[in-house]
Protein backbone atom coordinates (compact mmCIF):
# COMPACT_ATOMS: atom_id res chain seq x y z
CA UNK A 1 0.00 0.00 0.00
CA UNK A 2 0.82 3.57 -0.76
CA UNK A 3 2.65 5.48 2.36
CA UNK A 4 0.67 8.87 2.92
CA UNK A 5 4.47 9.90 4.15
CA UNK A 6 6.05 11.92 1.46
CA UNK A 7 9.12 13.31 0.97
CA UNK A 8 9.87 16.85 0.54
CA UNK A 9 11.20 16.07 -3.19
CA UNK A 10 7.60 14.56 -3.90
CA UNK A 11 5.62 17.77 -2.90
CA UNK A 12 2.40 18.34 -5.70
CA UNK A 13 1.45 21.28 -6.54
CA UNK A 14 -2.57 21.84 -6.16
CA UNK A 15 -3.03 21.66 -9.50
CA UNK A 16 -1.69 18.30 -9.60
CA UNK A 17 -3.90 17.26 -6.71
CA UNK A 18 -6.82 18.86 -8.28
CA UNK A 19 -6.12 17.11 -11.42
CA UNK A 20 -5.96 13.42 -9.81
CA UNK A 21 -8.82 14.43 -8.11
CA UNK A 22 -10.97 15.11 -11.26
CA UNK A 23 -9.44 11.98 -12.83
CA UNK A 24 -11.08 9.83 -10.13
CA UNK A 25 -13.90 11.34 -10.13
CA UNK A 26 -14.32 10.85 -14.52
CA UNK A 27 -12.77 7.18 -13.62
CA UNK A 28 -15.52 6.40 -11.14
CA UNK A 29 -17.95 8.14 -13.52
CA UNK A 30 -17.27 6.11 -16.13
CA UNK A 31 -17.42 2.73 -14.22
CA UNK A 32 -20.14 3.91 -12.45
CA UNK A 33 -22.43 4.36 -15.92
CA UNK A 34 -21.15 1.24 -17.51
CA UNK A 35 -22.65 -0.73 -14.53
CA UNK A 36 -25.59 0.95 -14.14
CA UNK A 37 -26.37 0.38 -17.77
CA UNK A 38 -28.38 -2.74 -17.85
CA UNK A 39 -30.51 -1.39 -15.06
CA UNK A 40 -32.10 0.84 -17.16
CA UNK A 41 -30.89 4.10 -15.71
CA UNK A 42 -28.01 6.33 -15.59
CA UNK A 43 -25.72 7.36 -12.61
CA UNK A 44 -27.73 10.67 -12.09
CA UNK A 45 -31.13 8.67 -12.37
CA UNK A 46 -29.70 5.85 -9.83
CA UNK A 47 -28.41 9.01 -7.64
CA UNK A 48 -31.74 10.43 -7.35
CA UNK A 49 -33.36 7.33 -6.18
CA UNK A 50 -30.88 7.05 -3.92
CA UNK A 51 -31.32 10.62 -2.52
CA UNK A 52 -35.19 10.78 -2.36
CA UNK A 53 -34.90 7.03 -0.48
CA UNK A 54 -32.68 8.90 2.47
CA UNK A 55 -34.56 12.34 2.05
CA UNK A 56 -38.49 11.48 1.17
CA UNK A 57 -39.67 14.81 1.82
CA UNK A 58 -36.68 16.51 -0.45
CA UNK A 59 -38.29 19.57 -2.48
CA UNK A 60 -37.40 19.41 -6.25
CA UNK A 61 -34.71 22.13 -5.15
CA UNK A 62 -33.16 20.19 -2.76
CA UNK A 63 -32.82 17.13 -5.05
CA UNK A 64 -31.32 18.96 -7.91
CA UNK A 65 -28.78 20.56 -5.25
CA UNK A 66 -27.55 16.73 -4.35
CA UNK A 67 -27.03 15.62 -7.34
CA UNK A 68 -25.47 18.41 -8.99
CA UNK A 69 -28.35 19.69 -11.59
CA UNK A 70 -30.19 22.81 -11.79
CA UNK A 71 -33.71 22.98 -11.24
CA UNK A 72 -35.02 22.93 -14.09
CA UNK A 73 -32.84 20.25 -15.46
CA UNK A 74 -33.78 18.52 -12.15
CA UNK A 75 -37.61 18.94 -13.43
CA UNK A 76 -36.70 17.44 -16.94
CA UNK A 77 -35.43 14.50 -14.93
CA UNK A 78 -37.82 13.84 -12.39
CA UNK A 79 -40.23 13.76 -15.32
CA UNK A 80 -38.64 11.40 -17.53
CA UNK A 81 -37.86 9.10 -14.05
CA UNK A 82 -41.92 9.52 -13.16
CA UNK A 83 -42.71 8.65 -16.98
CA UNK A 84 -40.62 5.36 -16.53
CA UNK A 85 -42.57 4.38 -13.59
CA UNK A 86 -39.14 4.75 -11.15
CA UNK A 87 -41.01 7.97 -9.03
CA UNK A 88 -43.99 9.40 -8.41
CA UNK A 89 -45.66 12.66 -7.80
CA UNK A 90 -47.27 13.21 -4.98
CA UNK A 91 -49.07 16.15 -3.37
CA UNK A 92 -47.34 18.27 -0.68
CA UNK A 93 -48.71 21.32 1.90
CA UNK A 94 -49.89 24.26 -1.13
CA UNK A 95 -48.78 24.06 -4.00
CA UNK A 96 -45.49 21.98 -3.80
CA UNK A 97 -44.89 18.65 -5.15
CA UNK A 98 -42.80 15.77 -3.88
CA UNK A 99 -41.56 12.67 -5.40
CA UNK A 100 -41.32 9.31 -4.02
CA UNK A 101 -39.77 6.25 -5.24
CA UNK A 102 -42.25 3.43 -6.57
CA UNK A 103 -41.63 -0.29 -5.65
CA UNK A 104 -40.01 -0.36 -9.45
CA UNK A 105 -37.24 2.43 -8.51
CA UNK A 106 -36.67 1.13 -5.38
CA UNK A 107 -35.46 -2.58 -6.76
CA UNK A 108 -33.69 -0.48 -9.01
CA UNK A 109 -32.02 1.57 -6.32
CA UNK A 110 -31.24 -1.60 -4.28
CA UNK A 111 -29.38 -3.35 -7.33
CA UNK A 112 -27.51 -0.29 -8.07
CA UNK A 113 -26.66 0.62 -4.66
CA UNK A 114 -24.80 -3.48 -4.67
CA UNK A 115 -23.51 -2.30 -8.18
CA UNK A 116 -22.22 1.19 -6.80
CA UNK A 117 -20.47 -0.13 -4.00
CA UNK A 118 -18.59 -2.86 -5.84
CA UNK A 119 -16.91 -0.35 -8.29
CA UNK A 120 -16.07 2.16 -5.19
CA UNK A 121 -14.27 -1.40 -3.18
CA UNK A 122 -12.71 -1.73 -6.38
CA UNK A 123 -11.46 1.72 -6.60
CA UNK A 124 -10.50 2.08 -3.43
CA UNK A 125 -9.14 -1.16 -2.30
CA UNK A 126 -5.31 0.36 -2.47
CA UNK A 127 -6.23 2.32 0.39
CA UNK A 128 -5.99 0.94 4.40
CA UNK A 129 -8.97 1.89 6.13
CA UNK A 130 -7.03 4.43 8.20
CA UNK A 131 -5.82 6.02 4.49
CA UNK A 132 -9.59 6.01 3.47
CA UNK A 133 -10.27 7.44 6.73
CA UNK A 134 -7.56 10.46 5.61
CA UNK A 135 -8.63 10.84 2.33
CA UNK A 136 -12.55 11.25 3.27
CA UNK A 137 -11.43 13.89 5.94
CA UNK A 138 -9.12 15.80 3.83
CA UNK A 139 -11.66 16.06 1.15
CA UNK A 140 -14.26 17.11 3.66
CA UNK A 141 -11.49 19.55 5.17
CA UNK A 142 -11.04 21.21 1.78
CA UNK A 143 -15.43 20.96 0.72
CA UNK A 144 -15.50 23.44 3.90
CA UNK A 145 -13.76 26.20 2.12
CA UNK A 146 -15.98 28.37 -0.30
CA UNK A 147 -13.85 29.49 -3.56
CA UNK A 148 -13.41 33.32 -3.74
CA UNK A 149 -16.08 34.59 -5.09
CA UNK A 150 -18.68 31.39 -5.07
CA UNK A 151 -20.55 30.30 -1.63
CA UNK A 152 -19.82 27.30 -0.45
CA UNK A 153 -21.47 23.77 -1.87
CA UNK A 154 -24.35 22.68 0.50
CA UNK A 155 -23.26 19.46 1.48
CA UNK A 156 -25.72 16.35 1.68
CA UNK A 157 -25.50 16.98 5.26
CA UNK A 158 -26.96 20.49 5.26
CA UNK A 159 -29.51 19.64 2.52
CA UNK A 160 -30.55 16.55 4.84
CA UNK A 161 -31.02 19.11 7.72
CA UNK A 162 -33.23 21.20 5.60
CA UNK A 163 -35.51 18.45 4.71
CA UNK A 164 -36.00 17.36 8.50
CA UNK A 165 -37.32 20.81 9.26
CA UNK A 166 -41.71 20.83 8.89
Known amino acids: MLSLRYAPAMARSVQEVGLSVKRVQHRHHRALTAALTDLGVSLVQWDTLRHLHEHPDASLHQLAQLTF ?16 GLIERVPAPGRAIRHRVTER ?16 ERS ?5 QHQLDQLGALLELVLREPLAGHRRASTAEEVRGRTSQP
Open 124 to 128: FAGLS
Open 69 to 84: QTDQSFGTLAARMVDR
Open 105 to 120: GDKVRREGDRRVAAVL
